[in-house]
């Protein structure tokens, strides 16, 4: 069978299997009493392990597979849980994602497991040999039941049957052990019903047992008979039988807390009788259905170019007048303005994607740095197109690794300062308007704004005239200058060369903004905003004498008339006063070149923008209006033209160049 058709699902199910594996375990390091999260990250991994096998590849279901047998030795109380052992089940998932990765960029997922197996049985042995010596006497493993198979052996010893607890140990010289395991399994089904087995029934199949293996049966078979049958069967070395009597609930609360979904779909019959009048709950469905990401950016834009058409056939019908015509073209832009909604929401993502990654991170730079840390992940469910999500993960991991390296004290710090030892992280996401917020806050030292002003003089990027009279936020955005950093000491987590500016620049990129908040002894805040979607801007078209230019409404406070005699100048630079603020205005005909008439003006149209707390008047020669635009790239031939973000075709069928506010404002 050619398996390549299904290449792209397992990948992406792995990734989201792993993703489950690496949120549970750190919600176990926190509470290692609740085997809930035991069993959620053994069906997550038993999962993986049946999908790798099923795909080929080897090394990802070996490792898996002994990575699930120290889980199952968790969940059955056979090994304690200390931090050695949840960082190498951590080292194992690493190692897991390591694979899936190859897998993803066309390798074979093949991958030095064995260092980490032999660990992993070496922690699975220990663990099982404590676990017999605290048994006195038992030969057979230990079979925990839950409320669910206790009340199912009470039902089943009241209507006379045997409940044995059977443990069967192979020869050692055995070479077929499935073989011989499945025959003695057939005896079993003939004789009753099996209930559970340790190792489970599929590890069996799979040889994954040593010598020995239980398995509890419902039978009417009598003890003498049942063994005389086993004992017939070739290689089987020693058979024991233990009667099991009727109990009690022996499942502690962490037990009955696992046991839950495995009983979901069966009621017991006395809860049937309570409840049977209840009306009958139905389970929404969720109907859903994987895309190729691919497909979707075709789909955009094909309807990117229904947009610029839909604008041309706007212009006609002004042109022609015909009000046949302009009835079909406003019935067409209602409807395409619903289609263009349902497309963009179809590329929406939520930020839970790239903040899911962030928890392991912490938990580890924490490790790293000695600190004791609580990351706090709010509003994850926030949407964003998805090439936004694409690029915003970086930068949120430079400010995570910044906030945790300079923000927050080392735990005897905070003590003596009054805070608790544990320093508080908090990743916020939200909605305003067009735009998304993500808040990135801690509860540190803060900025120290002396510090930066002494290293920014020192590297020369603001002079000792410059820098007085500078206020709290202009002295942190120095810290977004190119090579800035104030770590005293080179390390993993910092002083690698790579500074704020990097998180600044990839930010503005996407059209968004990046400031910083700070107040000394109590914290700080970066707060990042960016826009819904790339793709599909509102604009305001202006006119310079016969060329027209598209502006970002994200980016414009208001448009206004200037008289030529409210013109001032200082520094050389022309400024008008603009609401009790004194700020530069910029001709945009002389920047981009475009040739002037020897006519002057009395009043300049001006259009006010703003980048972060900056502010800047345009000079045009005229607005011309709202319109929806397509923002398309320029190519390769025009790499990073000044102040220019991309081109759009209007509705005449003429190219309107998009300004980028953010390179005119310095």
Known sequence: MDMSQYLEVFIEESKEHLQNINQQLLEFEKDVNNLSFVNEIFRSAHTLKGMSATMGFEDLANLTHKMENVLDAIRNQQLSVNTRVVDLVFESVDALDVMVESIATGGDGGYDVQEIVTKLQALESGGLEVAAATESKVVSPSIVYDEFETDLLNQALQQEFFVYEVTVTLDERCLLKAARAYMVFDVFEQAGEVVKSNPSVQDIEQEQFDQQ??????????????????????????????????????????????????????????????????????????????????????????????????????????????????????????????????????????????????????????????????????????????????????????????????????????????????????????????????????????????????????????????????????????????????????????????????????????????????????????????????????????????????????????????????????????????RGKIIPLLNLKKLFDVPETSEEKDVYPVVIVRKSDKTAGLIVDSFIGQQEIVLKSLGNYLTSPFAISGATILGDGQVALIIDCNALIK
């Open 213 to 578: 293996f239980t398995a509890v049966l419902v039978s009417k078979e009598e003890e003498s008979s049942l063994k005389e049958q086993l004992m017939q069967i070739s290689e089987v070395e020693h058979v024991q039988i233990n009667t099991v009597e009727p109990k009690e609930n022996v499942a502690t609360d962490s037990e009955k807390q696992m046991s839950r979904p495995q009983q979901s779909n069966t009621k017991r019959a006395d809860d049937l009788n309570v409840k049977e009048t209840a009306p009958a709950k139905t389970a929404p469905i969720n109907k859903t259905i994987r895309v190729n990401i691919d497909r979707l950016d075709s789909l955009m834009n094909l309807f990117e170019e229904l947009v610029i058409d839909r604008g041309r056939l706007e212009q006609i019908s002004k042109d022609l007048n015909n009000q046949e015509l302009e009835e079909t073209v406003e019935r067409m832009s209602r409807i395409s303005g619903d289609l263009q909604s349902i497309i963009l929401n179809m590329r929406m993502v939520p930020v839970e994607t790239v903040f899911n990654r962030f928890p392991r991170m912490v938990r580890q730079l924490a490790k790293d740095l000695g600190k004791e840390i609580n990351l706090q992940i709010i509003g994850a469910e926030t949407e964003l197109d998805r090439t936004v999500i694409d690029e915003i993960g970086d930068p949120l991991v430079h400010l995570l690794r910044n906030a945790l390296d300079h923000g927050i004290e080392m735990p005897d710090v905070r003590e003596q300062n009054g805070k608790k030892r544990e320093g508080t992280v908090r990743l916020k996401a939200y909605h305003s308007g067009n735009h998304v917020f993500i808040d990135l806050e801690d509860d540190g030292a803060g900025i120290d704004r002396d510090k930066i002003l002494e290293k920014a003089l020192k590297k020369g990027i603001v002079s000792e005239t410059g820098a007085q009279g500078l206020t709290d936020q202009q002295v942190y955005d120095l810290m977004f200058a190119s090579g800035f950093s104030t770590a005293e000491q080179i390390s993993d987590v910092s002083g690698r060369g790579v500074g704020l500016d990097v998180v600044k620049n990839t930010i503005e990129s996407l059209g968004g903004t990046v400031t910083i908040d700070s107040i000394p002894g109590y914290g700080s805040t970066f707060s990042i905003q960016l826009p819904l979607t790339l793709s599909i801007i509102s604009a305001l078209l202006v006119n310079m004498q016969d060329e027209r230019y598209a502006l970002p409404l994200s980016s414009i406070i208001e448009t206004a008339l200037v008289n030529k005699k409210d013109v001032m100048k200082a520094h050389g630079q022309e400024v008008i006063d603009f």
